[in-house]
């Protein structure tokens, strides 16, 4: 069974730029959250989409923002790109029922800006 | 605002003992997840608590969950050296694939 699938898996950007990444969740998973892994603020969440709509929104500027296709790939956007943003994005696949059992990662996106 | 604890955060052992992580979550919440994550790598799942009492063991790893104390460890029973990772537990509100991590306990076991 296919995990889950980002891509590209090393980016790198330049301040003021765009990026957008992608998340495929495995087969019949129609929840994909996304999170950020930076050493200063460890993992934060994003946002959460489940069947094409935004279900949960973390603390994070405008500048972030994501959407899910019907096929429930997920692509997440970061406009204006700040040296800050450098991170490993990772995004979460599940079942989205709320029963708790547990989801899986890909295996992440490095952004790099400069 | 949700908080999840872990101490500590790094922890050096040597193999063969046994040792304990505690993650201390600040709200009520009955679901809670252990995961490792290798340098550069992505995170993998250990365990998932549901209950308050759940305790589920693989290998040398035992988890724990209190919910009423808001508190879960993590056991390290004789240590071995592919041990070494950085582990996470992370909290579910419930509200969706919304998980609240920890800082993370990065552990070096020595040989």
């Known amino acids: 069974k296919a995990g889950v699938t980002q891509t590209p898996r090393y980016l790198i950007k330049t301040r003021g730029q765009q990026v957008t990444l992608s998340c495929s969740p495995i087969s019949g998973h129609r929840s994909v959250s996304w999170y950020q892994q930076t050493p200063g603020q460890g993992l934060q969440f994003l946002f959460e989409y489940f069947s094409e709509t935004q279900r949960n929104k973390g603390n994070f500027p405008g500048r972030f923002s994501g959407r899910q296709f019907s096929n429930s790939r997920s692509e997440m956007n970061v406009s204006t790109l700040e040296l800050g943003d450098s991170a490993l994005y990772l995004c979460?696949?599940?079942?989205?029922?709320?029963?708790?059992?547990?989801?899986?990662f890909g295996s992440g996106t490095r952004l790099t800006v400069v | 605002e949700l908080k999840v604890e872990q101490n500590p955060l790094f922890l050096s052992m040597q193999e063969g003992k046994n040792y304990t992580i505690y993650c201390n979550y600040s709200?009520?919440?009955?679901?809670l997840y252990w995961y490792r994550q290798d340098p550069g790598k992505s995170l993998e799942s250990l365990f998932v608590?549901?209950?308050?009492?759940a305790v589920k063991q693989e290998g040398r790893l035992m988890a724990s969950l209190d919910t009423k104390a808001r508190l879960s460890t993590l056991h390290i029973t004789a240590a071995v050296h592919d041990l070494s990772a950085t582990y996470f537990c992370a909290v579910d509100m419930g509200t969706g694939n919304q998980f609240y991590f920890g800082t993370g306990t990065s552990l070096t076991v020595i040989p």
């Open positions: 608590l549901l209950s308050n009492g």
């Open positions: 709200t009520t919440s009955d679901r």
């Open positions: 979460a696949s599940g079942t989205g029922d709320m029963r708790g059992y547990g989801y899986t």
